[in-house]
């Protein structure tokens, strides 16, 4: 394994780091590629746009369940996002400007909203259920 290797890098972090599932790492570094192609030019996102982005890839990549998927994962709030982020960081598996924290991600953002909304947007059934009499 290279030392360049997106999965080295998150060998390393699972060394010091056991809140989160290695699957975690993975889903917020693809998360940062698809949230960054979304922009109509490239440049860098703030914490907010990065939690927004995250929420619709993990619907597009999950489906109205990925809260299990993402819990399931050790991901329950928008900090979780800003420590596995920064643990990416660290490794410089992401970059991130002068201005940027850790704390930006300590604010009160919904991750699991997406998913909610989703749900009650589908069609209801117009057929009876059948019963027994």
Known sequence: MHKNDLNYKINQILKRETRYH???YFFASASVTYTTTQLAQTRHVRAIELLKGISTYALKQYGPFYKDILQGWGIHKASDIGN???E???EQALSASEEDSREDFS???DLF????IDVQKEPQ???KVPTID
């Open 22 to 24: 290695r699957e975690a």
């Open 84 to 86: 596995i982020v920064y």
């Open 88 to 90: 990416l960081i660290t």
């Open 107 to 109: 604010v009160d953002y």
């Open 113 to 116: 909203a997406a998913a909610r």
């Open 125 to 127: 059934s117009n057929k």
